[in-house]
């Protein structure tokens, strides 16, 4: 118990089998982040701007790129900083910091995909009465929902973790991560573990069951009802799908580089796992409904030929300009 007391901070070892090419990392992870950022917000730009985009899903989709650059936010400038510092190590405060926001992060991102289902349920099985449904205030509360029961609920089992002693500080780890860190525990974790089953249930399955019926209810629309129905179910559903299937390919490798042996892996796939819950879907989500969405899509091509129309205007300016100030 005396070696507890001492540990202030931990250190991430997965660093050191990425000191041979630190600099291709740094890049790489810096170009990801900032493709992160600028997709992000240039998405929250154009369904703000646009007042067409101003329907629920938009604004979920909203939301959904929010969270992005908040969990992204919350390992990126870190794990940037970590690798030009050399240390690897990280202050215990810091890291459950971390912890907490990653966490909340993730069931966040859940959250709003299952309230995403409920609206597509709502358009395609109820498209007489979904104005009326999803109302103004009904839309604010389904959003304060998604950020509120996550952010409250894990601070509520998350003191289990705050109270705990550690008698070792390595994690074989990029980042901090709930159960990483309660392995480092000088105490029994029983306790710890059992609520951490509890939390994982109380996070994840009224969302899901609120996405298996509503697809299911979808499901039914698109077999029983008209051709109609279903070109219109498929084309609305198709990028949530997309991003679901992408938030679960996440938590799968995840679980696998969490819970599993993995020596038997590359480093390289080892890395990819690690991270692809934190870069690899909040940079994918933005392409998903940039690309998918037509009104989404439609407005980002006008940005961009705004931009080309604004470059060649100059360009002429210039051409013209040119003679007379050689003359």
């Not at 309230?115 to 395609?124: G, S």
């Amino acid at each position: 118990m005396g070696n507890s007391s001492v540990v202030t901070s931990v250190i991430l070892t997965a660093f050191y089998g990425m000191q041979d090419h630190i600099s291709m990392y740094f890049i790489l992870f810096l170009l990801l982040y900032t493709a992160i950022v600028i997709e992000n917000i240039v998405l929250i730009c154009i369904i703000y701007c646009d007042e067409a985009l101003h329907e629920p899903m938009y604004l979920f989709i909203c939301n959904l790129a929010a969270n992005n650059l908040y969990g992204s936010t919350a390992l990126l400038p870190s794990l940037l900083n970590n690798l030009l510092s050399y240390s690897y190590e990280v202050s215990l405060t810091c890291c459950k910091l971390q912890i907490y926001c990653i966490h909340t992060y993730a069931i966040i991102e859940f959250t709003i995909l299952a309230v995403m289902c409920y609206d597509r349920y709502l358009a395609i099985c109820q498209p007489l009465h979904y104005h009326r449904i999803m109302s103004i205030t009904k839309v604010c509360s389904l959003v304060a929902f998604s950020w509120l029961y996550p952010l409250i609920a894990l601070a509520l089992f998350f003191p289990l973790t705050l109270r705990l002693t550690f008698c070792s500080r390595v994690i074989e780890r990029l980042y901090c991560t709930n159960y990483s860190l309660v392995k480092l525990s000088c105490t029994e974790t029983s306790l710890e573990s059992a609520v951490g089953l509890l939390s994982v249930i109380v996070y994840s399955i009224p969302q899901l069951i609120m996405v298996v019926y509503s697809y299911a209810m979808i499901l039914k629309i698109c077999f029983f009802g008209s051709k109609e129905s279903r070109t219109k179910a498929m084309k609305t559903c198709t990028p949530h799908i997309i991003a679901i299937i992408n938030y679960s390919l996440g938590c799968f490798f995840e679980i696998v580089q969490s819970r599993f042996p993995k020596n038997d892996l590359p480093f390289g796939m080892r890395i990819f796992m690690s991270l692809y819950f934190l870069i690899l879907t909040p940079f994918l989500n933005p392409v998903i409904y940039g690309l998918s969405i037509r009104a989404v899509r439609q407005d980002i091509l006008k940005l961009f030929s705004c931009k080309n129309r604004f470059v060649s205007t100059q360009s002429k300016i210039c051409i013209v300009k040119l003679p007379m100030m050689t003359e």
